[in-house]
């Protein structure tokens, strides 16, 4: 059902995604609601960001192990994200994203709270791929957020031109400056 | 009612947003709804991307106006999103981006195209601007992509870790890319 659930918030957000919408693509059964989430759609969300997060940081991992340097891995993120969107048919974005753009109407404070955690965890992952590629701390978690942020841009921005064109632009001006920033540039 | 409907929009999405509520922040009387928008809430839609894109553009134009390179205009675009950010204590996001990821809900293939518009608007004077400033034609345009694609995801990210660390981080990257791509550098 998360998983379910995760689909439909990145294709049409959150407060479009009903539970029976969720019950009618995971084939789950009704009362499956009420046992696995007994608090409710804040409930799903909290859990489809979660979830969201930890798949990032999984290819986060992928990108890292198949690179040399920051720059090689950020290539390799970049594309991986530009891959799922024509996959997707632009229909695809990020499953933590509507949770933030939803404001209120989502976020109970632990809705939000979920958000943060789920945003700062990637950030922290990609952050400690840099310093393990030889960045010191302090630019590395700087070229963290821009990764994410980035990369959260180019999913909309890409969505809605119906061109992979800014995960290429993006992914061109963040190689560049993990080049400068690598310890062979200093 | 079109202010009154972006502000909601950057606030809470566009599902959440009802045209009761619109009514209510904006005064206008009930009758105005039928009048103004006989195409309804799509229209509505449509035409809040149309005067954020329009803003953007006005802000982009000032950046410009007050800088004498790329580098300088893009600081000084993306802190004036940093400072709408921190004015509105994280709690107004972009008035395109919900129409993208709130997806075939909100879509109408209107209101795609009116998004793609908007964010295709914004970009293009980006590069504009960036060609003045001495840039060739295709970096000024990937430029404008990565400064698009980073500031949209900033709106998002810093939103959600309620810090303006993502534009920071932003910042540092596209003020150095432009750096590298201006004419004294080449």
Redesign the interface.
């Known amino acids: 059902m998360i998983e379910a659930a995760r689909t439909l918030i990145r294709?049409?957000?959150y407060?479009?995604t009903a539970f029976s919408d969720v019950l009618e693509l995971s084939g789950a059964p009704r009362g499956s609601v009420y046992f696995h989430f007994p608090d409710g759609k804040a409930q799903l969300g909290m859990e489809v960001a979660a979830a969201h997060a930890e798949e990032q940081r999984a290819i986060i991992d992928r990108a890292a192990e198949g690179a040399d340097s920051a720059a090689a891995m950020i290539e390799s993120y970049v594309n991986m994200g530009r891959k799922g969107m024509l996959a997707s048919d632009y229909?695809r974005?990020?499953g933590?994203?509507?949770l933030?753009?939803?404001?209120?109407?989502a976020a109970s404070a632990e809705v939000?709270e979920a958000?943060?955690a789920?945003?700062?965890g990637i950030?922290a992952r990609l952050a400690e791929h840099f310093v393990a590629f030889g960045l010191r701390k302090k630019p590395a978690r700087?070229?963290?957020?821009?990764v994410?942020?980035?990369?959260?841009?180019?999913?909309?921005?890409?969505?809605?031109?119906?061109s992979p064109?800014?995960f290429?632009?993006?992914r061109?001006?963040?190689v560049?400056?993990a080049e400068?920033l690598s310890p062979s540039a200093r």
Do not use: M
């Open positions: 294709e049409r957000g407060n479009a229909s974005g990020c933590i994203a509507p933030v753009t939803e404001g209120p109407t939000a958000s943060r789920a945003f700062a950030s700087e070229l963290a957020e821009a994410l942020a980035a990369v959260e841009g180019a999913l909309i921005t890409s969505r809605a031109l119906g064109a800014p290429d632009a993006a061109a001006v963040l560049a400056r400068a």
